[in-house]
């Protein structure tokens, strides 16, 4: 008791300060990934957090019991819109949300073609411009030193790096499953497909017995309802 | 609030901006209970709160072709729900903004201590929130229940985001007192 009257009575620290957002889910990966770490080495870091979580299911509850607004409201509103000055036809909204409804009036079909067509045009463009670059090169051109330490491609190591299909529970959020995937150096290269993502690991390839650990790291994983090694 | 949603909620906004009712219609049913709930938490006054609904969406109908899309629509009509209901208490006289009325119509009811007497810790931490103050109640519920990071609250409020940190903490640090005037020990502090 005498230890929670001196952490009322001094000025709190950024990490405890943080955590009421982490409750809620709205820090960003690098902050989340910092209160984790905090929360897992002091207790009573820890026991404030679980009085943290009640406060929030606390607000939720009261706010829920709040109710909702009356009908009257919506009829209120829309007969004071109704009553407002027709707009004007030229009447735009601005630019960003011109782009944005532009976007959102095309289809999703229209969108992934638009996309493929101008996939093969960057493409075309970097070819013609390799072209040109190589076409330009006087013939005689030489490198003025080569080191000979140094190799001049990286070694790529013996495969590709590990890749794992995952499903997240549904109630994982973004920035939790964001949180996760740079715990673990993960990036998703595709899905979702019946729900499942395919993320890869690093950089590296990885042995047998690594790959497992880190599987079984990731079933452990609270918002992971399912890591299968990827066919 | 998903990312999905929230992108959405611009293309309504770029519709009203162009006259659409039914995108109106729309974004009015995805927000207006927790408009309204936000209100209410302000000014504690449920036909106050329903006129200020009515108010916040008419600005939105009004506003929407200067949206810049910076933050979210949910943030933005939090922002005016504020601004609507702080002026709406500073028109009624006969309330106070201190926290001294905040208290005193809370004791009217049922306080703090009669809930726990009931042995409901649930309703006692439920009561301790109401009673503090509008200063804290709002922090306290745009963080938790209305999702909010620290960048948004410091756009809806108004105060640098340090302060909301600060200020989080010390409604947190208010609620514990409240809870252990009424004899509620939760571990913490």
């Known amino acids: 008791m005498a230890m929670s009257k001196k952490m009322l009575d001094r000025e709190p620290s950024e990490i405890e300060m943080l955590l009421p957002f982490h409750a809620a889910g709205t820090l960003n990966a690098r902050e989340s990934r910092r209160v984790d770490e905090a929360l897992a080495r002091d207790p009573e870091l820890a026991r404030q957090y679980a009085v943290i979580r009640e406060e929030y299911a606390g607000t939720i509850h009261l706010n829920e019991s709040l109710g909702a607004p009356s009908a009257r409201a919506m009829h209120k509103l829309f007969a004071a819109i109704d009553a407002e000055p027709r707009r004007k036809s030229s009447a735009l909204p601005n630019f960003s949300a011109r782009v944005t409804a532009f976007f959102a009036s095309l289809s999703p079909r229209t969108l992934a073609w638009s996309g493929s067509v101008g996939a093969v045009l960057l493409l075309l463009q970097a070819g013609v411009i390799g072209a040109v670059l190589v076409n330009n090169q006087p013939s005689t051109f030489q490198t003025a030193s080569l080191s000979n330490n140094a190799p001049i491609t990286r070694s790529l190591g013996a495969g590709a790096p590990p890749s794992a299909l995952v499903r997240f529970a549904p109630d994982a959020r973004a920035a939790e499953i964001t949180a996760l995937l740079d715990k673990y150096q993960a990036s998703v290269v595709d899905g979702p497909k019946g729900g499942l993502f395919q993320i890869q690991f690093g950089n590296r390839a990885m042995t047998k017995d690594e790959v497992a650990s880190v599987l079984t790291k990731l079933q452990s994983e609270k918002i992971v309802s399912l890591a299968v090694a990827a066919p | ?189």
């Open chain 2, 1 to 189: 609030m998903s990312t999905t949603q929230a992108a959405s909620d611009g293309v309504l906004i770029a519709r009203i901006a162009q006259g659409d009712r039914l995108a109106m219609q729309v974004l009015y049913g995805r927000h207006h209970v927790r408009v309204f709930r936000f209100g209410l938490r302000l000014v504690r006054d449920e036909q106050v709160a329903e006129d200020l609904i009515s108010e916040v969406f008419l600005d939105v109908w009004r506003q929407a072709g200067k949206f810049e899309g910076r933050s979210a629509v949910s943030t933005w009509l939090l922002a005016i729900t504020r601004f609507k209901a702080l002026s709406s208490l500073r028109r009624r006289k006969d309330v106070e903004l201190d926290d001294e009325a905040a208290h005193a119509i809370e004791d009217a009811s049922d306080d703090p201590e009669v809930a726990m007497q009931k042995k409901d810790t649930g309703e006692a931490l439920r009561k301790c929130l109401t009673a503090l103050s509008p200063e804290h109640r709002e922090i306290v519920d745009l963080v938790y229940y209305h999702e909010k990071s620290v960048e948004e609250v410091a756009e809806i409020v108004g105060i640098p985001e340090n302060t909301v940190k600060t200020r989080l903490f010390y409604a947190r640090k208010k609620l514990a007192e409240l809870l252990k005037a009424a004899g509620v020990e939760r571990g913490w502090p």
